[in-house]
């Protein structure tokens, strides 16, 4: 009996150190395609929101961390730098909508320095399905709205929705989370606008985490 126990237990000895082996060899083959799926996934997202042709730089590589109340909460955001010949152009930064009618919202807003914004995309939420996800582009062009938008201080109040007085619609029976998208984004790209002369003192994002 107890050779038949020493037998059985060498026997799954030897299956889990060969299992774990060929899922670290795995790991190992498949990771560099991992990341860089990782890397087109990102880099097509920048696209939808800052056109390529604006800058020259590798926008990737030129992602820093920023903490403003401005963008809904006081975690570190990502932000990306746009630079045309290493001029500063534009920006792809992270934001949050805090007042969703089920929670954050998370998205990612692209402006230039000048209020243009460029485009939004919804990159994380939690709402009504057949409600408010309509934000989310899968679903609905609603969020295209914002492209080619310029916020002006002398006409704020119009960047709303249209319930609050401003100039985009609402959904049928959902007015929470579209005002929500709208305010966030107007808090952001004012918050961009007064960025720009602040650039140099922003630290790498990695660092930053890092450094956590």
Known sequence: ?????????????IFAAVTTGLTSIIHVI?????????????????????PSVLYTNNIQSSCYAICNPALGDNK????????KNNTP???AIETTAPDGYSGNIQMIVGANFNGLIYGVRIVEHHETPGLGDKIDDHLSNWIHNFHNKQ???????K???????GDFD????????????????KRTVLYVQALKGKISTLQPFNRVNTNA
């Open 151 to 157: 916020i002006h201080k002398e006409k704020i109040n």
């Open 159 to 165: 960047f709303a929705v249209k319930k609050d007085g």
């Open 76 to 83: 570190n955001h990502r932000i990306y730098i746009a630079k």
């Open 30 to 50: 498949t990771q560099p395609d991992i990341q860089l799926q990782t890397v087109l996934k990102q880099q097509s997202l920048l696209d939808e929101i800052i």
């Open 170 to 185: 609402q959904f049928t029976g959902a007015t929470i989370t579209p005002r929500a998208v709208v305010n966030a984004v």
């Open 89 to 91: 152009v534009a920006v």
């Open 1 to 13: 009996m107890l050779d038949i126990i020493r037998k059985n237990g060498t026997t799954l000895a």
